[in-house]
T-cell receptor, first 114, second 108 residues
């Protein structure tokens, strides 16, 4: 089955620790994205990558970092510099190398930092 | 930048028709998308309007008026499973910007 996997579903960390969220897709999609969702809010773009070894900052990139070494994988690191890291993180991908209106989302990782 | 406005909550009964409106202000615009998200789940793509007019996909339709910077999602023959959050999203030059979402509550 083709799709996007994110693991784990729930993640707990202590303040001051970096944490990496995984995102893998086997859809052969060129573009991948990371969004953050807070309660009652829409999705806000953190980073996106249109092609391997290239990525761009989204609207709220501060305190986050990414890498795109393989087409299938786009891990997100939440660093200790992120002031409010507790949120629901969603990874997505799309067929086109450019930003697409139709994005396929993974099940998300709910990160809690205390 | 982009800003989108949509109602925070809409309620309806099974079998009814409901319209969720979305107005936007944007510095770059290619089209308007709609996504559905059930509580705690992954958003799923519903529709995209790149041109003015109505797009129909089964029970769901979406409309766009570029001159009015306005669009809507129309859900017909509502079912309980349609209870979810619905997001409009503007496709700009380099990003897809989402609204804050409309929670639709369908009652029996």
């Amino acid at each position: 089955d083709g799709g996007i996997t994110q693991s784990p579903k729930y993640l707990f960390r202590k303040e001051g620790q970096n944490v990496t969220l995984s995102c893998e897709q086997n859809l052969n999609h060129d573009a991948m994205y990371w969004y953050r969702q807070d309660p009652g809010q829409g999705l806000r773009l953190i980073y996106y990558s249109q092609i391997v070894n290239d990525f761009q900052k989204g609207d709220i990139a501060e305190g986050y970092s990414v890498s795109r070494e393989k087409k299938e994988s786009f891990p997100l690191t939440v660093t200790s510099a992120q002031k409010n890291p507790t949120a629901f993180y969603l990874c997505a991908s799309s067929t086109q190398a450019g930003v697409s209106s139709e994005q396929y989302f993974g099940p998300g990782t709910r990160l809690t930092v205390t | 930048g982009q800003s989108l406005e949509q109602p925070s909550e809409v309620t309806a009964v099974e079998g009814a028709i409901v319209q969720i409106n979305c107005t936007y202000q944007t510095s770059g615009f290619y089209g308007l998308s709609w996504y559905q998200q059930h509580d705690g789940g992954a958003p799923t793509f519903l529709s995209y309007n790149g041109l003015d007019g109505l797009e129909e996909t089964g029970r769901f339709s979406s409309f766009l008026s570029r001159s009015d910077s306005y669009g809507y999602l129309l859900l017909q023959e509502l079912q309980m499973k349609d209870s979810a959050s619905y997001f409009c999203a503007v496709l700009g030059y380099s990003t897809l910007t989402f609204g804050k979402g409309t929670m639709l509550l369908v009652s029996p």
